[in-house]
Nanobody
Framework: QVQLVESGGGLVQAGGSLRLSCAAS????????MGWFRQAPGKERAFVAR????????YYADSVKGRFTISRDNAKNTVYLQMNSLKPEDTAVYYC?????????????????WGQGTQVTVSS
């Protein structure tokens, strides 16, 4: 079992920044990768970013590339999502997820454990 708790969401103006954190506990060494997804009202949950736990290799959705950065601190079992140049269309609930087996890593069903989500609202 892996437990995930997100934090760091909030209200920010367009062009601003936020940093989300995802604290993992339990069998964290069993994870292959960690991902961030987001879900806006009335839309499906969508891939944002992914980081491989051991190598640190990262992947991003085209919509956030160049603005968001995913990182990890394995000693603290924490994954971060630094979000810069935020836009109103970034408004969503952001979810952290743990992937146990190597896969494409961009689909919700690639992930085995999920956090409860944290709200990010970007005002125009």
């Amino acid at each position: 079992q892996v437990q995930l708790v997100e934090s760091g969401g909030g209200l920010v103006q367009a062009g601003g920044s936020l940093r989300l954190s995802c604290a993992a506990s339990g069998r964290t060494t069993s994870t292959y990768a960690m991902g961030w997804f987001r879900q806006a009202p009335g839309k499906e949950r969508a891939f944002v970013a992914r980081i491989i736990r051991t190598s640190g290799i990262t992947y991003y959705a085209d919509s956030v590339k160049g603005r968001f950065t995913i990182s990890r601190d394995n000693a603290k079992n924490t994954v971060y999502l630094q979000m810069n140049s935020l836009k109103p269309e970034d408004t969503a609930v952001y979810y952290c997820a743990a992937e146990l087996m190597a896969g494409a890593g961009r689909r919700t069903y690639d992930y085995n454990y999920w956090g409860q989500g944290t709200q990010v609202t970007v005002s125009s």
